[in-house]
Nanobody, 122 residues
Framework: VQLQASGGGLVQPGGSLRLSCAAS????????MGWYRQAPGKQREWVVV?????????KYADSVKGRFTISRVNANNTAFLQMNSLKPEDTAIYYC???????????????WGQGTLVTVSS
């Protein structure tokens, strides 16, 4: 199973971006999908997660609550992260992460997408 992240770019403070995270492969179901980010010189931090096993429960880091919204995982195994009111401190490489359950065995495993750079600057 592979994750493909996209949608990063340069945006001015107060602007918006939408990231996408798409899972590809076969014989799996997605249990959770979310995003982490890593700013220059800092450790990777958790941003948001959606839990498909609980009907789409979402959790957000306090730093993004009210500004970021994660969508449900759609039929194409893709989720979107809508980022509004962006601030310079949101500048980071954003990494998509998902947990999967293998259909045949029930085995649960995790996967990371490549990072996508978000730069918030005037």
């Amino acid at each position: 199973v592979q994750l493909q992240a996209s949608g990063g770019g340069l945006v001015q403070p107060g602007g918006s971006l939408r990231l996408s995270c798409a899972a590809s492969g076969s014989s799996f179901s997605i249990t959770t999908m979310g995003w982490y980010r890593q700013a220059p010189g800092k450790q990777r931090e958790w941003v948001v997660v959606i839990d498909t096993t609980t009907g789409g429960t979402t959790k957000y880091a306090d730093s993004v609550k009210g500004r970021f919204t994660i969508s449900r995982v759609n039929a194409n195994n893709t989720a979107f992260l809508q980022m509004n009111s962006l601030k310079p401190e949101d500048t980071a490489i954003y990494y998509c992460n998902a947990n999967f359950r293998r259909t045949s065995s029930g085995y649960i495993f995790s996967s990371w997408g490549q990072g996508t750079l978000v730069t918030v600057s005037s």
